[in-house]
């Protein structure tokens, strides 16, 4: 069964430092999606991506934050200069149809950890 | 792994009794809703999905009840199995694609 991967499993960085989160949506899906989960709260969303641009994005994804789709398969975030606050489970997320009305795969998630 | 949600709620049940899920959203405009299982160390993993012209939804063991009226959801799982311990979230969307999930509930299921 074809599933979402991510990697690393786990990044442990400095703060200030940028970071590059790697996710391989299911091959023919067109939306793709960003969440992230603090320790002891619920999943937030991020950013979702259709047809090469963001389609929408949260207060939190603000400007050291990026997305790209490099090569067709890949889907990545950028964080540009780490803080301690984003420290999280990250969670990639894809699917097939129009958002609504359709279920989100989502990957095993990156945890990433800012010193 | 490392569990999450060390401060959700948490229901605790014998194995092979039936377990209530309850799930409270706020948008009345949400149309779509799903339940997802997260097990410790992993994503959330898709259970079940109700759109909101229906009020109820059965799958293989689980249920889903919509109420509109009071904006209020809830996962039915019969005959509670050991692998079913898990963190459990509604999550919705509305006018956009984006999902909005809930505090999640701890299932703890007993032997």
């Known amino acids: 069964e074809p599933e979402v991967t991510q990697t690393p499993s786990h990044q442990v960085t400095q703060m200030g430092q940028e970071v590059i989160l790697r996710c391989v949506p299911i091959?023919?899906?067109?939306?793709f999606y960003w969440y992230r989960q603090i320790l002891g709260q619920k999943v937030e969303f991020l950013v979702s991506?259709?047809?090469?641009?963001?389609?929408?994005k949260s207060e939190i994804f603000d400007d050291q934050f990026s997305v790209e789709r490099p090569d067709g398969s890949n889907f990545t975030l950028k964080i540009r200069s780490t803080k301690l606050e984003d420290s999280a489970m990250y969670f990639c997320?894809?699917?097939?149809?129009?958002?609504?009305?359709?279920?989100?795969?989502f990957g095993p998630g990156t945890r990433l950890t800012v010193l | 792994g490392e569990s999450v949600g060390l401060h959700l709620p948490t229901l605790s049940v014998q194995e092979g009794d039936n377990s209530i899920i309850n799930c409270a959203y706020s948008?009345?405009?949400?149309?779509?809703f799903i339940w997802y299982k997260q097990e410790s160390g992993k994503g959330p993993q898709f259970i079940i999905d109700?759109?909101?012209?229906?009020d109820k939804r059965q799958g293989q063991r689980v249920t889903v009840l919509l109420n509109k009226t009071v904006k209020h959801l809830s996962l039915q799982i019969a005959a509670t199995q050991p692998g079913d311990s898990a963190v459990y979230f509604c999550?919705?969307?509305?006018?956009?694609?984006?999902?909005?999930f809930g505090t999640g509930t701890r299932l703890q299921v007993t032997l």
């Open positions: 997320a894809s699917n097939r149809l129009a958002g609504r009305n359709n279920e989100q795969f």
């Open positions: 091959s023919n899906h067109l939306y």
């Open positions: 991506f259709y047809n090469n641009e963001i389609s929408e």
């Open positions: 948008n009345s405009a949400s149309d779509y």
């Open positions: 109700i759109r909101s012209n229906m």
């Open positions: 999550a919705e969307t509305g006018t956009a694609s984006k999902l909005t």
